[in-house]
């Protein structure tokens, strides 16, 4: 049983070393994005969207060339356990999908699928068996095409110096910076400097402000 290019022994072990550890989504993630590449044409140039952030993104960078870092893959979050394979300039694709119709003959992947369990309930074995043995009977396939603004590749733009930060940002933004605007996640900001020590060579960081 190949997940890819992978051993599905070889596909745990990239699971538990990339995510940290073994998540029943990501081990069916990586059947899903196997099913749709299987259906591509071969050689085809193609990027990948997610319709949920949890679990699937990882399994599209695993097994793909796409990931978040380089644009090749989107996440859209309708919370929808599915993704799509498609076609770079077109966006003719595949979109694949958990099928809950499907899920009967597979009750502890019911179960997690659903939560009709907490997780201390679950028998994590079990549950890893059934989706083994399961492989892509959970899943559908569609065939899709995307939507234009979809295809957009994105940008920066033009770039600007924040009067408030000093820090680069995009100039779209505004006057400011977004998080100078009042949209930082940090409930304070510690600025640290680099002082040379003369008597080992060494910088020491220091405090300086709060800001």
């Known amino acids: 049983m190949n997940i890819g290019s992978y051993s599905y ?42 319709e949920t952030p949890v679990c699937l993104p990882d399994a599209v960078q695993i097994l793909t060339p796409c990931t978040i870092g380089n644009g090749w893959l989107k996440i859209v979050n309708f919370g929808r356990f599915a993704l799509a ?31 009709l369990k907490s997780k201390k309930d679950q028998d994590l074995q079990i549950l890893l068996d059934q989706i083994k043995e399961a492989g892509h009977d959970i899943l559908s396939l ?13 940008s920066m733009g033009q770039t600007a110096i924040c009067t408030q930060c000093g820090e680069a940002y995009p100039a779209k933004d505004g006057s400011l910076c977004l998080a100078c605007q009042g ?6 900001v510690i ?14 960081i220091r405090k300086i402000s709060f800001s």
């Open 9 to 50: 022994e070889e596909y745990l072990h990239l699971v538990k070393s990339f995510h940290g550890n073994l998540a029943p989504g990501l081990i069916i993630g990586g059947f899903m994005v196997d099913l749709a590449l299987k259906e591509l044409p071969e050689g085809e140039l193609f990027d990948a969207m997610c």
């Open 85 to 115: 394979l498609y076609e770079k300039n077109e966006g003719q694709g595949i979109r694949v999908y958990m099928d809950s119709a499907r899920l009967e003959p597979w009750p502890e992947i019911k179960s997690w699928f659903f939560k």
């Open 142 to 154: 569609q065939e899709v095409h995307l939507h234009p603004q979809f295809l957009k590749k994105r």
């Open 183 to 188: 949209e930082t996640p940090y409930k304070a």
């Open 191 to 204: 600025r640290l400097t680099k002082e040379s020590n003369n008597r080992t060579g060494s910088q020491d």
